[in-house]
């Protein structure tokens, strides 16, 4: 007999609670990017575009991780549109995790800017040199950073429902491993 999971693997957790602070912190150093004209602005888009690949590779990977390993059960007592609305909200994030920083390369590429990675190493554009491309691309990349920081909200939101209200076990199975 086979005992069912409740709690995510090690590696999802690792890769959940690296990640999350990481999105969190681009999110307020984009916000800071286009928000100042100091020195700081060179200091931070240096800042924002590897932590972006970075955290392209790390979703890539965590998408991996939750293919092969799944994740636990939802709580039997959860109703059925809350776990449509689970479901769904999962998919948002692991959208917009993955098309943020293919749409900044993307953006920076039809700008005609490298991205930079670490001293003279670049990655490939991805895009052509497309100044009206560009135009869209950056105002698609700001929308999804709004639509990526109010899903994160909810998923916040949802995650303190069910440690401090419902106490169901959803929290615990990505706060800590089985005991």
């Known amino acids: 007999m086979t005992r069912e999971r409740t709690h995510f693997s090690p590696l999802a957790r690792l890769l959940h609670w690296t990640m999350a602070p990481l999105i969190v912190a681009m999110l307020f150093i984009g916000v800071g990017m286009v928000a100042t004209v100091s020195r700081a602005h060179d200091a931070l888009v240096a800042l924002h575009r590897p932590l972006g690949i970075a955290l392209l590779l790390l979703v890539l990977v965590r998408l991996g991780v939750r293919i092969v390993r799944g994740s ?99 929290w615990s199975s990505m706060a800590r491993g089985a005991r």
């Open 72 to 170: 636990p059960p939802l709580p039997s007592r959860m109703s059925k549109p809350q776990r449509l609305a689970a479901h769904a909200s999962h998919v948002v994030l692991y959208g917009l995790m993955l098309a943020m920083p293919l749409i900044g390369w993307a953006m920076l590429s039809a700008a005609g800017y490298p991205v930079t990675l670490v001293g003279a190493l670049h990655l490939p554009p991805i895009a052509p040199h497309d100044v009206a491309l560009f135009a869209l691309l950056r105002a698609l990349h700001t929308w999804l950073a709004f639509a990526l920081f109010a899903t994160v909200l909810l998923h916040l939101a949802a995650a303190l429902l069910h440690a401090l209200i419902l106490r169901d076990g959803v």
